[in-house]
């Protein structure tokens, strides 16, 4: 059950994808695809002033996308789990991958286990840009809060953020910080 929460949670593009669609490489999970979509779509309201019904279908796409990964990181952290950049791999793994048995991640990288905690601080500005995204694309910010038709001004900005902050999850999940060996 575990290995398949794993797997869940760790899914990117099969090689075989990204050979065959190369821009691929630039979003290497669904959920970054669904997001690089949903920035260039959120322009479209942001300059006819309305949101159309396609546009809240992708946006409740991006919802599942990011909750499936959400889930059941929560489900492996309970369970005890850490992101990959936070933990040393067991030597045996570090043998094979790496050559050499030392303080590393199973991707060859020294260890840094503050990353954990980036990783949690990432996926909750994700939830929340999403929030905040549903909000301005179904009028709820607009009016007295924001002004008529503001908030879709600020739709592509609010998008890009969470487009960089699901880059930043899948970022610190691999690759070491400032406080290696910490």
């Known amino acids: 059950m575990i290995d398949a929460l794993k797997m869940l949670h760790n899914f990117v593009w099969p090689d075989s994808w990204v050979a065959a669609f190369p821009l691929l490489m630039l979003t290497p999970t ?3 695809l669904a997001t690089a979509v949903l920035f260039v779509w959120s322009l479209a309201p942001a300059f006819k002033g309305q949101v159309g ?4 279908g992708w946006l409740r796409l991006t919802w ?4 499936l990964p959400a889930v059941t990181g929560i489900v ?10 936070a933990v040393p791999a067991p030597a045996a793994v570090q043998q094979e991958l790496c050559g050499q048995v030392a303080n590393l991640s199973r991707y060859c990288l020294p260890v840094d ?3 954990d905690l980036e990783h949690w601080m990432y996926t909750g500005f994700t939830v929340l840009s999403l929030l905040a995204a549903e909000a301005l694309a179904r009028d709820r910010w607009n009016g007295e809060f924001l002004g008529v038709n503001i908030g879709l001004k600020l739709l592509p900005v609010l998008t890009l953020f969470l487009a960089g902050c699901v880059y930043m999850i899948g970022r610190v999940a691999v690759f070491p910080g400032n406080s290696v060996g910490a």
Not at 76 to 85: M, P, Q, Y
């Open 76 to 85: 492996l952290a309970v369970s005890g789990g850490k992101v990959a950049s």
């Open 30 to 32: 669904p959920l970054a």
């Open 64 to 67: 599942v996308l990011t909750l």
């Open 113 to 115: 286990p503050p990353r």
């Open 53 to 56: 019904a396609g546009f809240l």
